[in-house]
């Protein structure tokens, strides 16, 4: 039986507990990370909490919809048992009418029915970094090889000591400025998930310029198992054609080679950063992603509420 849980009743030690042991266990549904990315998230629960579906909601204009918080690729269905298209229907089929629309992701372990429901694939881009270093260095793009040499004649260093405030303020003065998607709020909660992660061993930050004194690439890899995510990243447009970046991952490949460790880039849907995790030889992956609406004709104004709920 699927049992809607608001907030308050969620057992945290028993959904901890399902998503540590699930096949498709991932640290996005873990509850630290969901209190911080949509507090108050709700929850639907089959038995004894043998499987379990964040239910990541908020409002609008008096409209309930679910939304795929910022940095949180993929949450869905997270199961101890097997995990069946049959099994994703019938949560995807529990989810509250109160939850008049919703776009979110699935796991890339969620097989989801195209008759059923209004679904695209999301792409992802991962590496696996289990053999030596110069096996993977010889799938390097030529471009990507280029790059890395071209930042050491720059004179580009990779620092250890980089602060989250310095990442963030990078990111927010470069393509931030540019791109206006991200608000204050959500500012917050890229910090307060760095900060955490840090704080618990479970991230690393990594910077490069060829001095001390200022940052032309850095970014955030959150440790989650043997996976490293590729979550938060920032590049001086003034200076990123020195090849800072190219250096920064390479350094951490280089790092972290010879491990049964996966690089997941966290990323794909845009051609430009696609090409660019292909070029380290990162292999592309898929997830499910799907959109409900329940709406009244009347209130459905298809573009434009979705271009609402998206800037929330």
């Not at 939850?99 to 694939?121: C, H, M, Q």
């Not at 992802?124 to 040499?149: K, M």
């Not at 003034?238 to 250096?247: H, S």
Request: proline share 4%; glycine share 6%; net charge positive.
């Amino acid at each position: 039986m699927i049992q809607y849980l608001n907030h308050p009743d969620i057992d945290k030690l028993k959904w901890d507990d399902c998503i540590n042991r699930s096949v498709n266990s991932v640290i996005y549904a873990h509850s630290w990370y969901l209190d911080i990315v949509s507090p108050g998230w709700e929850a639907l629960v089959q038995d004894d909490y043998t499987s379990v579906f964040p239910l990541t909601g908020t409002s609008k204009m008096g409209l309930h919809y679910l939304r795929q918080p910022f940095f949180t690729q993929q949450l869905g269905l997270f199961s101890t048992a097997l995990l069946s298209e049959e099994a994703v229907t019938a949560f995807l089929d529990a989810i509250p009418t109160k939850y008049r629309f919703a776009e979110i992701n699935l796991n890339s372990f969620n097989r989801v029915d195209p008759k059923r429901f209004d679904t695209v694939v999301r792409r992802n881009h991962e590496l696996q970094l289990v053999q030596p270093y110069d096996t993977l260095a010889a799938r390097y793009s030529l471009n990507t090889q280029r790059n890395i040499r071209k930042a050491v004649a720059s004179g580009v260093t990779v620092k250890r000591k980089v602060d989250a405030d310095d990442l963030i303020r990078l990111f927010r003065e470069n393509f931030g400025k540019k791109e206006g998607k991200l608000a204050y709020r959500d500012y917050l909660v890229i910090t307060r998930l760095i900060t955490h992660s840090l704080r618990n061993s479970a991230g690393i930050i990594m910077g490069a310029s060829p001095d001390e004194r200022s940052l032309d690439a850095a970014a955030f890899f959150l440790k989650d198992r043997s996976r490293f995510i590729f979550l938060f990243s920032a590049t001086n447009f003034a200076t990123r054609d020195n090849g800072a970046m190219f250096l920064l991952v390479d350094t951490f490949i280089r790092e972290h080679c010879n491990r049964p460790v996966l690089l997941d880039f966290e990323g794909g849907n845009d051609p430009g950063l696609g090409r660019f995790y292909k070029s380290f030889g990162a292999a592309e992956t898929g997830y499910p992603a799907v959109r409900i609406n329940r709406l009244p004709p009347l209130l459905d104004t298809g573009r434009l509420l979705t271009n609402r709920i998206r800037g929330r």
